[in-house]
């Protein structure tokens, strides 16, 4: 897929690592929004955002100014020099936001996760050229947020960023919205896309921000979407994750950025070698595990002779117990070598099982 790097977006967007995208979840008064942008451009941020149309749960709670509000971003573009982007969720906001000279568009999670307002909104956006950042589905479905992106690519658009915002989950977590992280990482091996995550959905408090934007970095993201408000507790939506301008600022200046690789000989040479003892040590584990299953398949053998059960739950039992003592005096975890033992401990009894039904292996 053609993508174009948000370098060469053309908006004058400083690339450097990270590139933050900010402004409140939404637009409320005049005052506020603007306020909230000129804080967050103080405080670095490349590109505003605010939400003009708010997708809600559940009616009745706030949703959106609507198109009133688009003019207040315009106006914290020119106090800032700064590029403005929308949440679009249908053709009639792809109208209004580009009559308001809006420079760059998303779709939210809500509007991702849904083939045929993805689709309207693509047609409508045919022959524009506009970059749009792509939410992540609300569900872990690595495929359908690519479809999204193949929908933009089939009407020519090819600015293109993706924003990781988190999966729901129906279990109450630390999260709002569960990282996942394998699914970004998936998404950026098959479409070689700039990655920008969201800590603000994900954490849905203010408690993780910090730790998630961090990861995001080390997982080599290219930017952050952080929600800020000049009064965050009192916001209008969202308010539990928004943060001040000023400890959006704080978050983004702890932040230690790692280089992707390093064109340094002495450290690639080090890195290499400790990669070549980590493959070293991996074979030997399999190989180990590959003797232990042998002598299970064993024991099976003798136990069908001598017509015994295959668990012996005591002998279960010291095995768990003796092993993350052990474990632990070796700096393991013991949750850790628990679920590992457990792992092994179901394979081997799915061994000796085919051994005492004189069944094959069924593949897993
Ligand atoms: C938002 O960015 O304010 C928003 C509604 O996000 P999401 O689509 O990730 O829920
Ligand atoms: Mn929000």
Redesign the pocket.
């Known amino acids: 897929m053609e993508i174009t790097k948000i370098k060469d977006w053309n908006l004058g967007i400083n690339t450097t690592k990270p590139i933050v995208v900010s402004g409140p979840?939404s637009a409320e008064t005049e005052e506020q929004t603007i306020q909230s942008c000129l804080g967050v451009a103080a405080q670095g941020a490349n590109i505003l955002r605010a939400?003009i149309w708010?997708?809600r749960t559940r009616p009745g709670s706030f949703e959106g100014v609507g198109r009133e509000g688009l003019p207040w971003l315009k106006t914290a573009s020119r106090l800032t020099g700064l590029p403005i982007t929308v949440?679009v969720a249908n053709a009639r906001h792809v109208y209004e936001a580009l009559k308001n000279q809006v420079d760059i568009l998303w779709l939210?999670?809500?509007t991702t996760v849904n083939p045929f307002s993805v689709q309207e909104i693509a047609e409508a956006l045919k022959g524009v050229d506009i970059p749009v950042m792509i939410?992540n589905p609300i569900n872990p479905d690595l495929k359908l947020w690519m479809g999204a992106f193949e929908r933009f690519e089939k009407v020519g658009i090819t600015k293109l960023a993706a924003i990781h915002?988190g999966f729901a989950s129906y279990h109450n977590t630390e999260y709002r919205n569960q990282p996942q992280w394998e699914i970004p990482i998936e998404l950026r091996r098959h479409l070689d896309i700039e990655m920008v995550c969201?800590p603000s959905?994900i954490c849905g408090n203010r408690k993780n921000l910090f730790k998630v934007a961090q990861k995001a970095m080390d997982l080599n993201f290219e930017g952050l979407m952080i929600?800020s408000h000049i009064t965050p507790d009192e916001a209008w939506s969202?308010a539990a994750q928004q943060v001040t301008p000023e400890n959006f600022g704080e978050l983004i200046r702890k932040l230690v950025i790692r280089d992707s690789d390093s064109k340094n000989a002495t450290f690639n040479n080090s890195l290499d070698e400790l990669r070549h003892q980590i493959d070293e040590i991996d074979e030997q584990i399999i190989q180990f595990i590959a003797k232990r299953m042998d002598i299970a398949r064993e024991i099976g053998q003798q136990k069908k002779d001598s017509n015994i059960a295959i668990l012996q739950m005591s002998r279960w039992e010291k095995v768990l117990k003796q092993r993350s003592d052990y474990s632990e005096s070796k700096g393991l975890s013991k949750k850790f070598v628990k679920g590992y033992l457990q792992e092994i401990h179901k394979e081997s009894i799915r061994q000796q099982t085919a051994i005492m039904n004189e069944t094959e292996l069924e593949k897993v």
């Open positions: 979840c939400g708010k997708p949440e939210g999670a809500r939410k915002r969201d959905h929600e969202d």
